[in-house]
């Protein structure tokens, strides 16, 4: 496989993961941790059924426990944080929050041996940040909202998880792209056994909130695990990092023409900030 190739197959997680807010906003008012059991278990379930197709079973039992319990922790941490951030705090905002990733995957490989930070990273990180702060400062227009603060929180330390998980990825070339089956599997079984003792149990109501919740693991929670692993592992990561940028700008599209969100001029320059914060700091890499 060329290396545009896997670039432009991780690029599909980026397509899927707009849609993330979403169907997790039509899961509503699932718990966020019963959430990722069932979306995890669809995603892994066709995982596992994909493994077992291409005889990947042999290779699965080479990898270390300790490249299971990494993928595991990252799937995991990050949905659970994004779950949870979308119950508490307004989608489009949490969301856009969350979606500093692409820029902190930027800012994570500069720091990484033969890299280095520049100039456009900084000013790129600042303009991303400002983003997140005019959401937090303002609430969905209103005002600073103190009931919405734990849910931007959580959005941050989702949007840092990500970002940490998909730059070690890169470490872990090695390891091939089936063990991602594992990951959802055990992802699935950890958020079961917690959402037993820490939540009550409301399944999805509606065939609406049905097939959010399917959706959400075949696509979001699902394929996009798989071919943005490809991507980040055998394509160019800064590449790749530039085209997620799209995903934060096409969240809050898709909110916003859905009626979820309202399109106000606070969101709006929330989404320039962060998007393009994120492309100076992108432009800065490529020019390295």
């Known amino acids: ?9 991780g690029f599909v997680a980026v397509l899927l993961w707009a849609l993330l807010a979403l ?18 278990t669809i995603g892994g379930g066709i995982g596992m059924i994909w493994v ?10 080479a990898i270390s426990w300790k490249i299971y319990a990494f993928g595991t922790l990252g799937l995991f941490g990050y949905h659970a944080l994004y779950f949870s951030a979308l ?27 033969g890299e280095r930070l520049r100039r456009g990273h900084l000013v790129g990180a ?3 940040f400002a983003g997140a702060a005019l959401i937090i400062a303002g609430g969905s227009g209103a005002g600073f909202d103190i009931t919405s603060l734990p849910g931007y ?50 399944w999805p ?8 919740a399917l959706a959400l693991g075949l696509g979001p929670v699902g394929l996009a695990f798989y071919v943005w692993d490809i991507g980040v592992k055998r394509g160019d990561i800064q590449l790749l990092g530039t085209a997620s ?30 998007t393009g914060g994120a492309i100076l700091a992108a432009r800065a890499s490529l020019r390295g």
């Open 87 to 113: 119950r508490l705090a307004p989608a489009a905002e949490a969301g856009l929050i969350a979606y500093l990733w692409p820029l902190l995957i930027v800012l994570f490989s500069g720091l990484l041996p």
């Open 23 to 40: 169907f997790t906003v039509g899961t509503a008012p699932t718990p966020p941790l019963l959430l990722n059991a069932i979306s995890f």
């Open 245 to 274: 940028y799209a995903a934060p700008l096409l969240s809050t599209l898709i909110l916003v023409g859905v009626g979820v969100a309202e399109p106000t001029w606070l969101l709006a320059a929330a989404t320039v900030l962060i």
């Open 153 to 202: 929180l959580l959005a941050l330390a989702g949007a840092l998880t990500w970002a940490g998980y998909s730059v070690i990825s890169r470490h872990l070339g090695a390891a091939p792209t089936a063990t991602v089956a594992v990951f959802c599997v055990a992802t699935a079984i950890l958020s079961a056994g917690l959402h037993l003792v820490l939540e009550e149990t409301i």
């Open 126 to 128: 600042l303009c991303g």
């Open 205 to 212: 109501a509606t065939p609406l909130a049905w097939a959010s």
């Open 52 to 61: 077992a197709r291409t005889g990947g079973f042999a290779r699965l039992r």
């Open 1 to 9: 496989m060329t290396r545009s190739r896997a670039t432009a197959i």
